[in-house]
C-alpha cells in the first residue's frame, strides 16, 4: 500500500517577533530564517518520519530546488513533481513570543498544478492505494474526482479554507481532518459534535477529525455501518512554535490508519508527535521520527 500526498512546496521566511504587526505599525524582527516548508511538504515528511513509504506530487517553482532535495533527504519519492516557470510559493511567518504563529501564503508555483499532470499521476497508483490532499494547491477538485475513480483511499485536510473548496464533492472522501475553526467554517457551527452530526448527515459514508487545540481532537470513524467515537486529550507542553503541529498530527495519524492501528492508537501517537513539535522551531525542521515519538510512551 502507498500513499500519494499531492500538495505545496513552500519556502518559509519565519520572524521572530515579540507581538504579532498591528495595522500600520513597523515592527522589528529578533531573527529570519528560511525553511523548507508548505502544508504539502510538512505532511510529507510526517508520513514519512512515522514509517509511511510516501510519494510527493506537485510543482517546483524558480528557487524551489532545496525543497525537493530535502524531501529526498528524509526518503519522500519526488518522482511527480513538476518544474515549472514561475516563482517558487513562500509564507511570511510571524511567530511571537508565546510560540503562536501567523501566516501570509503566497501559492506562485503552487497554483500551476495541471490536468494532465494530475492524470498521469493518478494513473501510476492502484486501488486502495492512499491520496492525501490539501488546499495549497489548485485543482483540487480534480485531483479527487481522478482518484475516487481509480479507487484510491482519499483524506483531505481542507486548509486553507476558502471557496475553492465548495467545488469539492466531500462524498467521495473517506477521511475528512481539520481544525476546529474551518469545522466551523464548513457547517456553520462551533460545537464540534454538531459539526460531525451536520457532516454525518449529508455523507454518511465519511470519517471525520477536528483538531482542538489545546484542548485535544475528537474523531468519529465510520466503519462497516459503525462508528467508532474517540476523544484524545493534549498533552501538555511549553510551545516555542505552532506552525507544523497540525500537519504532523496529519501525517503520524494517517500513517498509523495505514499500519492497522485502531483509532485510539493512531490519535494518541499522531498526538505526541504533535507535542514534540511544537517545543521546536520551524516547520519541517520540528517534525520528529517514529522512534522518537514511540520511545516518549511515558509523557503524561
Excluded at 13 to 18: A, G, H, K, L, M
Excluded at 38 to 57: D, P, T
Amino acid at each position: 500500500m502507498k500513499i500519494l500526498n499531492f500538495g505545496s512546496l513552500n519556502l518559509d521566511y519565519v520572524y521572530e517577533v515579540e507581538h504579532f504587526v498591528q495595522p500600520g505599525e513597523t515592527l522589528s524582527a529578533a531573527s529570519q530564517t528560511v525553511k523548507a516548508g508548505g502544508k504539502g511538504l510538512n505532511q510529507s515528511i510526517a508520513l514519512r518520519r512515522a514509517g509511511a513509504e510516501v510519494w510527493h506530487a506537485g510543482c517546483m517553482g524558480t528557487g524551489g530546488e532545496t525543497l525537493v532535495e530535502r524531501l529526498q533527504k528524509d526518503g519522500v519519492h519526488t518522482d511527480y513533481i513538476r518544474p515549472v516557470p514561475t516563482l517558487q510559493g513562500n509564507a511570511v511567518i510571524q511567530v511571537n513570543a508565546q510560540g503562536e504563529n501567523c501566516i501570509l501564503l503566497f501559492g506562485g508555483s503552487n497554483q500551476c498544478v495541471t490536468e494532465a499532470q494530475i492524470d498521469e499521476t493518478i494513473s501510476a497508483f492502484a486501488p486502495g492505494d492512499w491520496l492525501l490532499l490539501q488546499n495549497e494547491v489548485n485543482l483540487v477538485d480534480r485531483m479527487l474526482e481522478k482518484a475516487a475513480e481509480k479507487g484510491l483511499v482519499i483524506a483531505l485536510n481542507p486548509s486553507p479554507f476558502d471557496n475553492k473548496l465548495d467545488a469539492v464533492d466531500y462524498g467521495k472522501l473517506s477521511w475528512l481532518l481539520m481544525n476546529e475553526i474551518e469545522a466551523e467554517q464548513l457547517t456553520g457551527e462551533t460545537d464540534p459534535a454538531a459539526a460531525w452530526a451536520a457532516l454525518h448527515g449529508r455523507y454518511p459514508q465519511l470519517s471525520v477529525l477536528i483538531t482542538l487545540g489545546v484542548k485535544g481532537s475528537m474523531a468519529w470513524h465510520v466503519q462497516k455501518g459503525t462508528i467508532e467515537t474517540h476523544f484524545q486529550p493534549a498533552f501538555p507542553v511549553q510551545a516555542v512554535d505552532t506552525t507544523a503541529a497540525g500537519d504532523t498530527y496529519t501525517g503520524y495519524f494517517f500513517s498509523g490508519l495505514m499500519e492497522g492501528r485502531n483509532l485510539k492508537q493512531c490519535m494518541d501517537r499522531a498526538t505526541r508527535a504533535s507535542a514534540i513539535a511544537v517545543t521546536r522551531p520551524g516547520a519541517a525542521d520540528s517534525i520528529p521520527d517514529k522512534n522518537e515519538v514511540d520511545a516518549g510512551g511515558n509523557m503524561q
